[in-house]
């Protein structure tokens, strides 16, 4: 089992910024892939980045590449997401999410793990 908590949403003006992390605990060392997704109101959710754990090989959604950047601290099983130039649109809940194999990075019922979501919420 892999438990995973996010931390560092919150409310931002537009044009702002904001960290997303998201702590691991757990069987960590057999995890291959971390990533984020968010939800808002009213849509399914989607897929926002993902990190490969061993390497740090990056995946985006190709509507945030260059505002979004996700990271990874090996040593301390912590994984961010660095969110740019945020608008309304990006007003959702946040979920962190692990998964034990390297396939089907964009698809969120392919994460074995979740972790309870962050709200971020920007204001325009």
């Known amino acids: 089992q892999v438990q995973l908590v996010e931390s560092g949403g919150g409310l931002v003006q537009a044009g702002g910024s904001l960290r997303l992390s998201c702590a691991a605990t757990?069987?960590?060392?057999?995890?291959?892939?971390m990533g984020w997704f968010r939800q808002a109101p009213g849509k399914e959710r989607e897929f926002v980045a993902a990190?490969?754990?061993?390497?740090?090989?990056?995946f985006y959604a190709d509507s945030l590449k260059g505002r979004f950047t996700i990271s990874r601290m090996y040593d301390k099983n912590t994984v961010y997401l660095q969110m740019d130039s945020l608008n309304a649109e990006d007003t959702a809940v946040y979920y962190c999410?692990?998964?034990?194999?390297?396939?089907?990075?964009?698809?969120?019922?392919?994460?074995?793990?979740w972790g309870r979501g962050t709200q971020v919420t920007v204001s325009s």
């Open positions: 999410a692990a998964k034990r194999l390297y396939t089907n990075i964009r698809m969120d019922s392919d994460y074995s793990y």
């Open positions: 757990g069987r960590t060392f057999s995890t291959a892939i």
């Open positions: 990190i490969t754990w061993s390497t740090g090989v990056t």
